[in-house]
Nanobody, 131 residues
Framework: QLQASGGGLVQPGGSLRLSCAASSFSLLYYYDIGWFRQAPGKEREGVSC????????YYADSVKGRFTISRDNAKNTVYLQMNSLKPEDTAVYYCATDPRSRSKCRAAQAMGAMSDNYDYWGQGTQVTVSS
């Protein structure tokens, strides 16, 4: 199971760090991890991912330069550091993985977009950016 946490209410320009932990096995070391978000009335958007093979990353244009994804294998946790937050970043954020494939993030890098065809999803954490 995946557990996403770290959301909350923050003012525009503020920062939050989301965590995605795997409780049952070391999948975060072996599999790509993706972060997605969904705002009310909008489609789910792929935000960032990190490849298990080489640690390479992908960022959606909407968050590039403001968000940073990282992985701590010892803690079996993937982080999404979010800086310079904007009201349009308000959404429920989910982490996901797919044991069927170790090339999800490399595909996103090549295509310039993330597929949401992931097998396992965390429960989501709410991020609200508002003054």
């Amino acid at each position: 199971q995946l557990q996403a946490s770290g959301g909350g209410l923050v003012q525009p320009g503020g920062s939050l760090r989301l965590s995605c932990a795997a409780s049952s096995f070391s999948l975060l070391y072996y599999y790509d991890i993706g972060w997605f978000r969904q705002a009310p009335g909008k489609e789910r958007e792929g935000v960032s991912c990190i490849a298990s093979s080489d640690g390479s990353t992908y960022y959606a244009d909407s968050v590039k330069g403001r968000f940073t994804i990282s992985r701590d294998n010892a803690k079996n946790t993937v982080y999404l550091q979010m800086n310079s937050l904007k009201p349009e970043d308000t959404a429920v954020y989910y982490c996901a993985t797919d044991p069927r494939s170790r090339s999800k993030c490399r595909a996103a890098q090549a295509m310039g977009a993330m597929s949401d065809n992931y097998d396992y999803w965390g429960q989501g954490t709410q991020v609200t950016v508002s003054s």
